[in-house]
């Protein structure tokens, strides 16, 4: 299961997601819900990079499935956007494959 964790503040803005594992829907190099959230996770790094001037850390390991990202700054309009889509797209993934494959919870600080 592709175990994902979503840091927001007090006004529920994202500040950090982690996710690690991998989904077991299919053999490796075939399961479409690991290709799915790799795709998701890494377009919004690149494009928060891209497009913004935002301030971040970010790892990912292929191996172990691991994906990191944390802003270190102040968040813009558009990194927000970037990474609410995330959010999005990764809660869409639960609610086809449930959560058997992926597990969202979220964390306040």
Do not use: P
């Not at 971040?56 to 292929?62: I, K, N, T």
């Not at 499935?65 to 700054?73: A, D, E, K, M, Q």
Request: proline letters at 0%.
């Amino acid at each position: 299961m592709i175990q994902v964790t979503i840091i927001r503040d007090v006004e529920k803005q994202v500040k950090e997601i982690t996710c690690k594992g991998h989904a077991g829907y299919a053999a490796s190099g075939q399961d479409i819900i690991c290709a799915a959230v790799s795709a998701l996770t890494l377009n919004m790094a690149n494009s928060v990079e891209a497009f913004t001037g935002d301030s971040f850390e970010g790892e990912m390991d292929e191996e172990t499935g691991g994906f990191s990202f944390r802003f270190t700054g102040s968040v813009s309009r558009e990194s927000r956007l970037l990474i609410d889509s995330l959010v999005l797209g990764l809660t869409n993934i639960q609610e086809s494959y449930g959560k058997k494959y992926i597990h969202i919870r979220y964390k306040e600080v």
